[in-house]
C-alpha cells in the first residue's frame, strides 16, 4: 500500500477522542473562582474610594516634604566660607641647567657676538660693519670666561675684536 | 469594564470551548494526562490573570495554544523527552483503562513523528494534530509561511519514504 498525504494525515490524527478527564472545567473554575475573591480583597475598593485613597497618600507624601524643607530652611544655617588665597604661591627651587658650549658651523659673527654677548652680559659694537657677516667655525667651551671667548674668536686673521668696560669692539 | 460575574462566566464558556483541544495539545507533547491537564489548568489560569488587560479583539484560541505550547516546550526541557521513543513511552504510568487507548495512539503517532528532524516534526505536528493555518504557525513560531510550508513539505514526503519504504 502507498502512502499519500491523505493516509498520512490520517496516520497522524488520533483515532480516540482525546478528552479532558470529569469535572477538569469545574476543577480549573474553582481555582479561578479563589484567585477572582483574593483579587476583591486587595482590590475591592470602588474606583473613588481608591482615587481618594491615593490623593490622601499623595497630599500626606507633599505635607512631608514640604515640613522636611521648612525644618531645614530654620535650622541649617549655612556659614559663609572663607577661601584665603595666599598672594605668591613660591615656586620650587628649578635646578639650574649646565651652560653648554657655544658652537657655530659657518655662523655669522654677528650670530656669535650676539649669543656671547647674551652669555656673558655685554654688549657689541662694530666699527667696522662689514665684519658682521664675516663666517666662522668656532667653538666656545661653557667654562670659558669673557676673555678666554675674545682670545679664540681673535685667533681668526681677519677679525679684531677688544673688550673694554664690558663692550666688546669689533674692528 | 466586565464585572466580576461578568469575566467569570466569560471565563467558563471559554474553559468549556478549549479545554479538550488544549488538552490535546498538551498530551501529545507530555504524553502524560496527569502532566496535561496541570499545564492546560495553568494556562487557564494564566489566562484569567492577564484577561483584564488583553484586547477584546484577540484570538483567545491562539492565545491559550501559545501559552500551553510554551509551557511544553519548558515541560520537556525540564524533563527529559518522554515522547521520543516507545522505550520512554513504556515508562510512562498513566494506565488507566480509559486511557489505555489514548496512550497507545500517543504512542503510534510520536513514534511516526519521531523520524523526522525537529524542525520538520514541529510544523508537522501543529498543523495536523494541532489544527493550524500556516498563518497561525507563522505567528506562533515567528517564521515565514513559506518557510513553514516548505518544512511541512519536506516532512511529509520524509515521512512517506520511510513509511513506504517501511512496508516493503
Excluded at chain 2, 494564566?46 to 519548558?74: G, H, Q, T
Excluded at chain 2, 513560531?141 to 515521512?159: A, D, F, M, V, W
Amino acid at each position: 500500500m502507498k502512502f499519500d498525504d491523505e493516509n498520512i494525515r490520517s496516520l497522524l490524527t488520533p483515532r480516540c477522542s482525546v478528552k479532558t478527564s470529569p469535572g477538569f472545567s469545574q476543577k480549573v473554575m474553582a481555582e479561578i473562582e479563589t484567585m477572582a475573591s483574593r483579587q476583591i480583597r486587595i482590590f475591592g475598593w470602588s474606583l473613588p474610594r481608591r482615587a481618594a485613597s491615593i490623593a490622601a497618600i499623595s497630599l500626606l507624601a507633599m505635607c512631608a516634604v514640604a515640613a522636611i524643607a521648612v525644618f531645614n530652611y530654620d535650622t541649617k544655617v549655612e556659614e559663609p566660607t572663607t577661601v584665603s588665597i595666599p598672594d605668591s604661591i613660591p615656586l620650587p627651587p628649578q635646578p639650574e641647567l649646565p651652560l653648554l658650549p657655544l658652537k657655530y658651523s659657518d655662523a655669522t659673527l654677528a650670530t656669535i657676538l650676539d649669543d656671547v654677548a647674551d652669555r656673558y652680559g655685554c654688549t657689541v659694537n662694530y666699527a667696522d660693519s662689514s665684519k658682521r657677516d664675516i663666517r666662522l667655525h668656532i667653538t666656545i667651551g661653557n667654562e670659558a670666561t669673557l676673555k678666554e671667548a675674545i682670545e679664540i674668536i681673535n685667533q681668526f686673521d681677519n677679525i679684531s675684536v677688544t673688550l673694554s668696560d664690558n663692550i666688546i669692539t669689533v674692528k | 469594564m466586565k464585572t466580576r460575574q461578568q469575566r467569570l462566566v466569560k471565563a467558563e464558556q471559554i474553559i468549556l470551548e478549549n479545554q479538550d483541544y488544549l488538552f490535546r495539545v498538551a498530551y501529545f507533547r507530555v504524553g502524560s494526562r496527569a502532566e496535561a491537564e496541570d499545564i492546560v489548568q495553568s494556562a487557564f489560569v494564566r489566562f484569567w490573570e492577564k484577561s483584564p488587560v488583553l484586547d477584546d479583539d484577540l484570538d483567545i484560541r491562539l492565545y491559550l495554544y501559545r501559552i500551553v505550547f510554551n509551557m511544553c516546550a519548558d515541560y520537556g526541557r525540564k524533563k527529559t523527552a518522554k515522547r521520543c521513543s516507545m522505550t520512554d513511552a513504556e515508562d510512562i504510568t498513566d494506565t488507566a483503562d480509559n486511557d489505555r487507548e489514548l496512550q497507545a495512539e500517543y504512542q503510534r503517532i510520536t513514534t511516526l513523528l519521531s523520524q523526522l528532524p525537529l524542525s520538520q516534526r514541529q510544523v508537522i505536528e501543529m498543523h495536523i494534530t494541532d489544527g493550524l493555518t500556516f498563518a497561525e504557525i507563522s505567528r506562533t513560531l515567528h517564521l515565514p509561511e513559506t518557510t513553514l510550508k516548505s518544512r511541512y513539505k519536506t516532512g511529509i514526503n520524509n515521512l512517506r519514504t520511510k513509511i513506504n519504504k517501511d512496508e516493503i
